[in-house]
């Protein structure tokens, strides 16, 4: 795309619920811009748009998409780049394989997710389709560090009115249980490549006949970079469950695990199946041929198993499915998604992720729902020690104070380390089962070993790094955010964690290189500064949490929900690091939820309020990147409609009947315009702008009849994760008076 060509504002095409919305409020941003001369465009970094741009050879000509995710991740390395993001399906096996086969019926030739691959070719399109899977997106576009917080509109809304927070009891028994050791906490080893180190490494695995077999080469390490290495025992970690099952069971309280599937797309799936696995032990030690035969594989979860033997004879589908259900019977009760529907905790491995169900049981006074449909107190497995220790002090935290009240509570922002793929989130490509026992090792370009592991058939390694200008870049981003706010400002870090030693190296250089040691910044280990962060939000005071890309996800969604009941209206911003701008829109874990009920109820409760806070963000940087006041005007007009929205309730409500999606987003362009049309900073803008405004007030009443007529009503999209275009207009642009208004 040629510079002439390019939008000036690219707006993401996604999934599910933020999908939805967009083919409501997209229109509405893209006539109000081009009043200022200012273009909005699209790309689309969809799941089923990254599956058409994957395997382009078995599409015909007209069926055939562009690599948009290939287009925005060199876009983002320049200086002109305005992306406004919105949170894209991080997909599991499930969700892909789901995908696939949606695409296939609507007349995409497209091939089936090879789980077992025989051939070459099976091998090489795995390969391919595995780099959809997971944190397949973010990584791209994060080509700079992140600055979230709440925008301060939405947090004096949430604290005149409170969400609801569930009671905490002294007597509570919810707790986080974790690995004694042999997990990657405990085994991680860490260096910060010399000069003399730099350049090519490779991953070697050696067996124990002393065969070398290479595991990954061709990575290109930089002077200063960060290296890690670690494994987690596959066989501590069934021992581990094994006991946390019979201690869940001892309590009388419900058993859970909580991983993240989607972005650590290659670790976690295999931790899930463990825990799917030691949890039906005695069904797949039985069952084990057949179920072989099927290529029923626990990663994939129980609801993967019961389709697999869904296809058996009648009377051996009968067996086995009589044998999990009684397994299941003599095992704690497992936390559910969904009660109603029998979907448990370890139905599918992307239901559950950790930075969206932990908040959300935490808010609920530590409570989660049983198969039988009642609250109970729950043990929450996290099994490695990296992070799980925030959970564990939050719980124990509300334990001995109660919960938190909204109404007075100050804020954690977070200033986040995740430029250049740094962190755990880049380590998919490095990430292996251990085929066998032996060695692995991670070789350098000069011949040394930096970092080497003994292991055994089925232990998960892996490998992350962060380059030494995204570390830098983040420090600094930090200090420009304390001086900014004179907040308290915190990186988390611990000490007697290997990575997080080698970063405070470079934190305490850097901050003495800024001339920053005055500022008060402190370094604490995570529990340590989980407590002290909710002691300071009690008090009503706020406080910047600096931490690396996976803190930065379970934080942001940790603080919001308790804070705001939500972490779907925080304010994201990424700094890229070549000087453009990507603005995230919030959270999307409750999408699929949305679509559900949109398409049985008429009803969308997606709320666009990121959405609307990344367009005010987008439209004021690209007014200082072009020098133009007219499209600040344009921005600081987004904020005041925003403010009006929420002081005035014109958010989405939950049930049918209730103002929704559509409905906010007519609210919110009538408030864009009468701000523009009381501004006093363009004449001819709040010329433009009062008729519209007038317009849209004086046939109020109408729009509001055509978009709720379809409520109540089933709605047709055509497709969940490759919706028609067509349908799904008619579905969420129901006024014709409001469109005509538009445009």
Request: proline letters at 4%; glycine letters at 8%; hydrophobic letters at 40%.
């Amino acid at each position: 795309m040629s510079d002439k060509k390019r939008p000036d504002i690219l707006y993401t095409i996604v999934d599910e619920a933020p999908q939805l919305a967009s083919v409501s409020l997209l229109p509405i941003i893209q006539s109000f811009a081009s009043t200022v001369d200012v273009t909005v465009g699209t790309r689309d970094i969809s799941l089923a748009g990254r599956i058409l741009a994957t395997v382009p050879e078995f599409l015909t000509e007209g069926q055939r998409q562009s690599d948009d995710l290939a287009v925005l991740g060199e876009l983002v390395k320049t200086p002109e780049a305005n992306v406004i993001k919105l949170p894209n399906v991080s997909a599991s096996i499930p969700q892909l394989s789901a995908a696939i086969s949606e695409l296939q019926v609507q007349g995409f030739a497209v091939p089936d997710y090879p789980e077992n691959p025989q051939t070459e070719a099976e091998k090489s399109l795995q390969a391919r389709y595995d780099a959809i899977k997971g944190s397949a997106v973010n990584p791209v576009l994060r080509e700079g560090n992140s600055d979230r917080r709440s925008a301060r509109a939405v947090k004096n809304y949430a604290m005149k009115n409170p969400h609801s927070m569930g009671a905490w009891a002294s007597t509570s028994k919810t707790h986080v249980a974790s690995m004694p050791g042999n997990d990657f906490y405990a085994n991680e080893k860490s260096a910060t490549i010399s000069a003399a180190q730099a350049g090519k490494a490779k991953i070697e695995f050696v067996d124990t006949a002393g065969k070398v077999s290479l595991l990954k080469g061709d990575l290109n390490l930089l002077e200063g970079t960060v290296v890690d290495a670690t494994f987690m025992s596959a066989t501590a970690l069934r021992a581990f469950i094994r006991n946390e099952i019979v201690d869940a069971a001892a309590q009388g309280v419900l058993f859970s695990v909580h991983l993240k599937a989607t972005m650590m797309k290659v670790s976690d799936p295999i931790i899930f199946g463990h825990f799917v696995y030691v949890y039906l032990e005695d069904v797949f030690t039985k069952h084990a041929d057949v179920l072989a035969e099927l290529g029923a594989n626990p990663n994939n979860g129980i609801g993967d198993l019961l389709a697999k033997i869904d296809g058996l004879p009648a009377d051996k589908k009968a067996e086995i499915a009589a044998d999990i259900e009684a397994s299941m019977a003599a095992k704690p009760p497992l936390y559910m998604v969904d009660s109603d529907k029998g979907i448990t905790n370890l139905h599918v491995s992307s239901d559950v992720i950790i930075d969206a169900s932990l908040p959300a049981l935490i808010r609920a006074g530590g409570k989660s729902w049983g198969p039988d449909g009642k609250a109970a107190d729950t043990k929450c497995v996290v099994p490695d020690n990296c992070y799980a220790g925030i959970y564990d002090e939050t719980i124990n935290y509300f334990k001995e104070t109660g919960a938190l009240d909204p109404t007075t509570s100050g804020s954690v922002s977070n200033v986040g380390l995740m430029a250049q793929k740094a962190e755990e989130y880049g380590s998919h490509p490095t990430t292996f089962e251990a085929p066998a026992n032996g060695t692995i090792r991670y070789v350098l370009a000069n011949g040394e070993t930096l970092h080497s592991h003994e292991v055994a058939a089925g232990d998960i390694w892996r490998s992350s790094s962060a380059n030494a200008a995204p570390i830098k870049d983040w420090v600094k981003l930090g200090i420009s955010r304390q001086k900014a706010t004179g907040s308290a400002a915190v990186f988390w870090l611990d000490e007697n964690r290997a990575h997080d030693a080698q970063l405070i190296k470079a934190v305490k250089a850097i901050l003495t290189e800024e001339g920053a040691n005055d500022l008060g910044l402190q370094i604490m280990a995570p529990r340590e500064a989980t407590r002290y962060s909710l002691e300071l939000i009690r008090q009503g005071k706020d406080v910047i949490s600096i931490t690396g890309n996976v803190l930065r996800d379970y934080l942001t969604d940790l603080f919001p929900i308790l804070e705001l009941g939500t972490s779907a209206k925080m304010l994201s911003i990424v700094k890229l690091m070549n000087g453009g701008g990507m603005f995230e829109t919030g959270a999307g874990g409750s999408a699929p939820k949305h679509v559900q009920q949109l398409v049985s109820e008429g009803h969308l409760r997606w709320d666009s309020l990121g959405e609307f806070c990344a367009l005010g963000e987008s439209l004021t940087f690209l007014a200082e990147s072009k020098g133009d006041p007219r499209v600040a005007v344009l921005g600081r007009a987004v904020d005041d409609a925003t403010e009006k929205l929420l002081d005035t309730g014109k958010s989405p409500g939950r049930k049918v009947g209730q103002l929704d999606n559509r409905d906010s987003h007519y609210f919110f362009a009538l408030y864009w315009a009468e701000a523009l049309a009381a501004q006093t900073d363009d004449a001819d803008l709040a010329a433009h702008f009062a008729p519209i405004a007038a317009e849209l007030a004086a046939k109020q009443d109408v729009i509001l009849a055509e978009l709720s007529a379809t409520q109540g009503q089933a709605a047709d999209l055509g497709g969940y994760y490759h919706t028609d275009l067509e349908k799904t207009v008619a579905v969420m642009r129901p006024s014709a008076t409001f469109n005509a208004i538009v445009g």
